[in-house]
């Protein structure tokens, strides 16, 4: 199904939070081949309706924008991509879904484009550092033309784990993380570096004006998943503020409370600092991620993906070992990479130096090749595209041979019988919902939220009692 040159590239991307929109709104601007003379890009967004679909501000704060953008069920993802024919068929989808949504999917059009000689290419992978479920979630993943792995390590990785049950491993394909970029750390401000613990000289050194040193802490939403090690690494961060009144320290948050991201958060910083008493040089910020990137001095995660960002630009990263390094926490994937340390030694003035070999081999090209960690995927694309007689059909490892006990609860999770059609009562996509209905999905998605931030916590911490 070669793009002619009157034809758009014409890619949709269906996602199921702010950070996998993300994630595969980037991904498919740079994995499309160059279309022929000045052939344009037309991008369908697809919104997979659950507890995480974005809100109107998350998408905004994302910063990518799509032709379209619409909230879909599975099933109805299925009727609009069947729908899509002559000019308005796409190219290619891009599925940046958790594992399971993954699966669902692959069955589902495949059994949409059983009958059809031509079909699009569908790409799909992960939305960062895979350091926990990497068999589960591989193995959900295949079947798709190419699985997208963000390094050369979890390239390697993958191919193992695909080898080792006897699938298919050609779909893996090498790219890097699609958001890194912007501009190279400078260094720290004019004067800031060496600054004593105890920050006594720090007001001299900013009366010439100018920006203060930045420290953000980048926070996640679900690492770590309980109230003393969240309060314990806010304690710190404040505590490094006022041990440092010369430079600003940011707590980059990633929602507001009652949204939802890829990860459940039900214990949000913002609640948590209002018991505390933090410093005028302490904020809070959101936004997005690489415009804080934009002035900072030092980064420092638990086991964030923005580590990454920060080290592709050269800016000093640190991954905290306070609370371990351990495969809980996801900070043990980065072993090896000379970021590790502790807040006693930040505190003191310790700046690790990233090491360049473990670097390289997460896919941040700090040394340049950025632009071309790409071209793989492009090409491989372009030659399915071109493929004489269209695609083979979708053939997930996954089947009711290979797991008849696990396929069918995966699919029936979207409304999919075992053969990929819709099941009986499942959601109608011939007209879009009314007031009343929309309502009613925003109440029943509002009383979800509270129920997974304020009920569930209050009902463990009653059975730990």
């Given at each position: 199904m070669p793009a002619s040159a009157t034809k758009a590239l014409r890619v949709a991307v269906l996602a199921d939070s702010d950070t996998r929109w993300k994630w595969g709104a980037l991904t498919a601007t740079r994995i499309l081949p160059d279309g022929p003379g000045e052939a344009e890009?037309?991008?369908?967004?697809?919104?997979?309706?659950?507890?995480?679909?974005?809100?109107?501000?998350?998408?905004?704060?994302?910063?990518?924008?799509?032709?379209?953008?619409?909230?879909?069920?599975?099933?109805?993802?299925?009727?609009?991509?069947?729908?899509?024919?002559?000019?308005?068929?796409?190219?290619?989808?891009?599925?940046?879904?958790?594992?399971?949504?993954?699966?669902?999917?692959?069955?589902?059009?495949?059994?949409?484009?059983?009958?059809?000689?031509?079909?699009p290419v569908v790409v799909t992978g992960y939305v960062g550092v895979v350091y926990e479920k990497l068999a589960d979630g591989l193995l959900l993943r295949h079947g798709?033309?190419?699985?997208?792995?963000?390094?050369?390590?979890?390239?390697?990785?993958?191919?193992?784990?695909?080898?080792g049950v006897g699938a298919d491993a050609t779909a893996v394909t090498e790219v890097a993380l699609p958001f890194l970029?912007?501009?190279?750390?400078?260094?720290?401000?004019?004067?800031?570096?060496?600054?004593?613990?105890?920050?006594?000289?720090?007001?001299?050194?900013?009366?010439?004006?100018?920006?203060?040193?930045?420290?953000?802490?980048?926070?996640?939403?679900s690492v770590p998943d309980n109230r003393a090690d969240r309060t314990y690494l806010l304690d710190r961060l404040i505590r490094h503020a006022r041990l440092h009144p010369e430079r600003e320290v940011?707590?980059?948050?990633?929602?507001?409370?009652?949204?939802?991201?890829?990860?459940?958060?039900?214990?949000?910083?913002?609640?948590?600092?209002?018991?505390?008493?933090?410093?005028?040089?302490?904020?809070?910020?959101?936004?997005h991620m690489g415009e804080v990137l934009d002035r900072t001095d030092l980064l420092v995660t638990v086991s964030s993906t923005a580590a990454l960002e920060s080290l592709h630009r050269r800016i000093p990263t640190v991954v905290l070992s306070d609370l371990g390094v351990r495969e809980a926490l996801g900070n043990h994937h980065f072993v090896g990479s000379g970021c590790l340390a502790s807040w006693d030694q930040l505190d003191a003035g310790h700046r690790p130096a990233p090491d360049p070999e473990w670097v390289a081999r997460q896919g941040v090209a700090a040394d340049g090749g950025y632009d071309t960690a790409f071209d793989a995927a492009r090409e491989r694309i372009a030659a399915l595209l071109a493929r004489p007689g269209g695609l083979p059909p979708l053939a997930p490892y996954y089947s009711l041979v290979t797991a008849p006990g696990y396929l069918p609860r995966i699919l029936a999770r979207h409304h999919l019988a075992p053969d990929g059609t819709p099941l009986p009562g499942a959601p109608a996509a011939e007209?879009?919902?009314?007031?009343?209905?929309?309502?009613?999905?925003?109440?029943?998605?509002?009383?979800?939220?509270?129920?997974?931030?304020?009920v569930a916590p209050v009902i463990r911490r009653m059975g730990e009692l």
């Open positions: 890009i037309h991008l369908d967004g697809y919104l997979l309706r659950g507890r995480a679909t974005p809100t109107a501000r998350q998408l905004r704060e994302v910063g990518v924008s799509a032709d379209s953008l619409r909230e879909v069920t599975a099933v109805e993802f299925l009727r609009a991509i069947n729908g899509a024919r002559g000019e308005q068929s796409y190219d290619v989808l891009v599925l940046a879904l958790v594992g399971g949504g993954v699966q669902a999917l692959l069955h589902g059009l495949g059994r949409v484009w059983q009958d059809r000689a031509e079909r798709a033309d190419l699985v997208l792995a963000n390094s050369r390590q979890d390239a390697d990785r993958f191919r193992a784990v695909y080898e970029g912007g501009a190279a750390y400078a260094g720290e401000p004019a004067g800031t570096a060496g600054t004593a613990a105890d920050g006594r000289d720090g007001e001299d050194r900013q009366e010439g004006g100018g920006r203060a040193h930045t420290v953000v802490f980048a926070a996640q939403p940011l707590l980059k948050l990633r929602s507001r409370p009652g949204e939802h991201t890829t990860h459940i958060e039900e214990l949000p910083y913002q609640k948590l600092v209002q018991r505390a008493d933090p410093p005028p040089n302490f904020r809070l910020v959101y936004g007209r879009p919902p009314g007031p009343v209905r929309q309502v009613v999905r925003r109440a029943a998605r509002g009383a979800y939220r509270h129920g997974v931030q304020r």
